[in-house]
């Protein structure tokens, strides 16, 4: 039986001209991806995010850097897109949503078949070098390989030797204006703004929800826990990603 909130959700979705999805890492929970702060499990837990993935510590300590990422490319290189995935993937490929906005770096929303993807915090997808820029865009693959086969854990450039740096945007660094100009684009034109894993707390990615409300859409949420929006959310679904989801495709 479908639960109410999928069903609401379902038809918010069928009765919306302009949908937009955001998600977060709470997505990629079930594809085994761990998130940020949840307690034990969370990837800065254990460790302080400004001593391993800021932009100085790259500059200063490119070593002490790919100690950190070489760790996530590994722990990243089996991963597959979970369910939650595949639904809006099938959401967007029924016209019930325009696009998705992600939080998220692991590269499971394109692989799951997402076609209109805006990754406001950058790709590990490919890395570049920083100070000649000679080669663009190095491939994921590559980029392991290189990483794989460097006596000092460091890719590095072919062309000066410099190390690579992933296509992530580190602390320190800026979002990039294109794709947060994208987003905001969208969210001020959805006529619902569909949150799934996201606690909605890192800005400015956080204030996509306010956008679409203050423009009169409708902001949904599918995501474990408390946040910021939950009395502004025309429904809420607060169970596992996957189950939601999939729950609401069976209610369209």
């Known amino acids: ?3 109410p909130g999928a069903a609401r959700l379902a038809e918010l979705l069928r009765s919306a001209d302009r949908a937009v999805a955001l998600t977060g890492a709470g997505i990629s929970v ?3 991806i761990p998130d940020f702060r949840t307690p034990q499990t969370g990837l800065w837990e254990n460790v302080d995010p400004m001593e391993v993935a800021h932009i100085s510590v790259f500059r200063r300590d490119p ?3 790919w100690r950190f990422y070489g760790s996530r490319f590994a722990a990243l290189r089996d991963k597959r897109p979970n369910a939650a995935h595949a639904a809006l993937a099938e959401l967007e490929r029924r016209g019930l949503i325009d696009a998705v906005i992600t939080q998220n770096i692991d590269g499971l929303h394109r692989a799951a078949g997402t076609r209109d993807l805006i990754e406001v915090h950058g790709s590990i997808a490919g890395s570049r070098c920083l100070a000649c820029g000679g080669e663009g865009e ?3 693959d590559d980029v392991r390989a290189r990483l794989d086969a460097a006596p000092d854990g460091v890719p590095r450039c072919a062309e000066c030797d410099a190390p690579l740096k992933p296509g992530v945007v580190l602390f320190g660094e800026l979002l990039p204006e294109a794709a947060l100009t994208r987003a905001s684009e969208l969210a001020a034109a959805a006529d619902l ?3 799934v894993g996201s606690s909605l ?3 400015p990615v956080a204030g996509l ?3 679409t409300l ?3 859409g409708e902001v949904a949420l599918v995501t474990a826990g408390p946040t910021p929006y939950d009395r502004d959310a025309a429904v809420k679904l607060g169970g596992d990603v996957v189950d939601e989801l999939e729950s609401v495709l069976a209610a369209l």
């Open 1 to 3: 039986m479908t639960q």
């Open 30 to 32: 079930p594809s085994g």
């Open 63 to 65: 070593e002490r850097f």
């Open 138 to 140: 190095v491939a994921l």
């Open 193 to 195: 703004l569909l949150c």
């Open 201 to 203: 707390e890192v800005h």
């Open 209 to 211: 929800p306010r956008i």
């Open 214 to 216: 203050a423009a009169g």
